[in-house]
């Protein structure tokens, strides 16, 4: 059994022109955000074994505002490829560097994030898969439970939807 978590980051400041993409950073929001979806993830136990990380700076701060939260945070590895990373190229990612972990998450953009969750999920709650359809937003968790044992096996429509939570379904009901 396998666990992957879908981890968008937080908001960030808007492109403007006057920085590069890549250099954006998280806006007063997401300073906000990423540390409550942090929090969920350990209340929830749901730290991962490994986490992949994209470099760019938003990515970067929402990581490590939701790891204040974890007792131990897990080893992290900031991988080029998922800067703006289309589905296909997160996919070979996670079967590259998964390893042993039984669970790990990707930090990452959209839309390749969304489109990803969208593209592995075949089963699961059916109102929060028309939920997730609609939009993966910022500081959206998506986790995705499959039955397989080996990351090389992942596919598409091979895993079951667990949980999608955002930070306003947490001001919904929070738990």
Same mark, same amino acid.
């Given at each position: 059994?396998?666990?992957?978590?879908?981890?968008?980051?937080?908001?960030?400041?808007?492109?403007? &022109?006057? %920085?590069?993409?890549?250099?954006?950073?998280?806006?007063?929001?997401?300073?906000?955000?990423?540390?409550?979806?942090?929090?969920?993830?350990?209340?929830?136990?749901?730290?991962?074994?490994?986490?992949?990380?994209?470099?760019?700076?938003?990515?970067?701060?929402?990581?490590?505002?939701?790891?204040?939260?974890?007792?131990?945070?897990?080893?992290?590895?900031? @991988?080029?490829?998922?800067?703006?990373?289309?589905?296909? %190229?997160?996919?070979?990612?996670?079967?590259?560097?998964?390893?042993?972990?039984?669970?790990?998450?990707?930090? &990452?953009?959209?839309? *390749? %994030?969304? #489109?990803?969750?969208?593209?592995?999920?075949?089963?699961?709650?059916?109102?929060?898969? @028309?939920?997730?359809?609609?939009?993966?937003?910022?500081?959206?968790?998506?986790?995705?439970?499959?039955?397989? &044992?080996?990351?090389?096996?992942?596919?598409? #429509?091979? *895993?079951?939807?667990?949980?999608?939570?955002?930070?306003?379904?947490? @001001?919904?009901?929070?738990?």
């Amino acid at each position: 059994m396998r666990c992957l978590l879908l981890f968008r980051h937080a908001k960030a400041v808007p492109a403007d &022109g006057a %920085i590069r993409d890549y250099d954006r950073a998280l806006d007063t929001r997401g300073r906000q955000d990423a540390p409550k979806m942090g929090a969920y993830m350990a209340r929830h136990q749901l730290a991962p074994d490994l986490a992949l990380v994209s470099p760019a700076k938003r990515a970067r701060e929402t990581w490590e505002l939701a790891t204040a939260a974890f007792l131990a945070p897990p080893p992290v590895i900031y @991988e080029d490829r998922l800067y703006d990373a289309p589905p296909q %190229i997160i996919s070979d990612v996670i079967k590259a560097a998964g390893g042993n972990a039984r669970s790990l998450v990707v930090v &990452g953009h959209n839309p *390749g %994030i969304h #489109q990803l969750a969208s593209h592995l999920i075949a089963a699961g709650d059916v109102d929060l898969r @028309e939920q997730l359809r609609e939009e993966l937003p910022t500081s959206g968790l998506v986790t995705i439970e499959f039955a397989f &044992g080996d990351w090389a096996q992942l596919h598409p #429509q091979a *895993g079951r939807l667990d949980r999608f939570v955002t930070p306003k379904s947490l @001001e919904k009901t929070p738990d």
